[in-house]
């Protein structure tokens, strides 16, 4: 099972991303999805979350500029960000708590990571 994050980039502040990330291997069951990002120097963050019955959580540092949604069907949750500021920069990380089979319990799963960088 794999947590694969897209979408990073280099973009001017004030322009927008999309980050996508997708749930590969066999689950049957998501739970919480979330982004987290960590700035250069600093502690991993929560940026935004979104339960299993779509209750959001903004970190009030990007509320107002960010949306998370997931589509269950699909085992992806994507993150819309727009005006982007220099302190937006960082490398962003999916999260999310799955269940592979009956037998065993929630577990915490990340991904990769994919830079973003606000400059210009």
């Known amino acids: 099972v794999q947590l694969q994050a897209s979408g990073g980039g280099l973009v001017q502040p004030g322009g927008s991303l999309n980050l996508s990330c997708v749930v590969s291997?066999?689950?049957?069951?998501?739970?919480?999805m979330a982004w987290y990002r960590q700035a250069p120097g600093k502690r991993r963050e929560l940026v935004a979350r979104?339960?299993?019955?779509?209750?959001?959580t903004y970190a009030d540092s990007v509320k107002g500029r960010v949306t998370i949604s997931r589509d269950n069907a699909k085992n992806t949750v994507t993150l819309q960000m727009n005006s982007l500021k220099a302190e937006d920069t960082g490398v962003y990380y999916c999260?999310?708590?799955?269940?592979?089979?009956?037998?065993?319990?929630?577990?915490?799963?990340w991904g990769q990571g994919t830079l973003i960088t606000v400059s210009s």
């Open positions: 979104i339960s299993v019955v779509n209750t959001i």
């Open positions: 291997g066999s689950v049957i069951a998501i739970n919480n």
């Open positions: 999260n999310a708590d799955l269940r592979l089979s009956a037998a065993t319990v929630w577990q915490n799963y």
